[in-house]
C-alpha cells in the first residue's frame, strides 16, 4: 500500500513559516518522500499500519492549513499516469520491487 499525503499550509507570518517547517521534518523523518511539491509519499505494508501512521502525523499537524491522505493499493499507484513532467527520482528507486513481501 501506498500513502499520498496532500498539503497545502500557510507560510506569510513567521509563526506559520515555523509550523510548515516542523511538519515538513515531521515527514521527512517518518519515511515520507517529496513526489512533488506538497505531495509526499510512503509506502506500508498492511492496513492496520496506514492507521498508525496518520496517527503519527496527527501529532505534526500545523495551526492552520489543509492536509489529506489516502492509501492506494501498490497496483493501483503503479497505474498512476504522469501527463506532463517526469517521475521523480524517489519515484523510481522507492518502488515496490525494492521491498521484500513476507
Do not use: C, W
Not at 498539503?7 to 521527512?28: M, V
Request: aromatic share 12%; proline share 2%.
Amino acid at each position: 500500500m501506498r500513502l499520498i499525503l496532500f498539503f497545502d499550509l500557510p507560510s506569510k507570518e513567521d509563526y506559520e513559516k515555523k509550523d510548515y517547517r516542523l511538519f515538513h521534518n515531521a515527514l521527512i523523518k517518518n519515511g515520507y518522500v517529496m513526489m512533488q511539491f506538497s505531495v509526499y509519499i510512503k509506502a506500508t505494508n498492511s492496513n492496520s499500519k496506514v492507521k498508525r501512521e496518520i496517527e503519527k502525523i496527527r501529532k505534526y499537524i500545523p495551526r492552520a492549513g489543509n492536509i489529506r491522505i489516502i492509501s492506494v493499493t501498490e497496483k493501483q499507484y503503479n497505474n498512476m499516469e504522469v501527463i506532463l513532467g517526469h517521475k521523480n527520482i524517489n519515484e523510481i528507486y522507492n518502488n515496490s520491487k525494492r521491498y521484500i513481501k513476507i
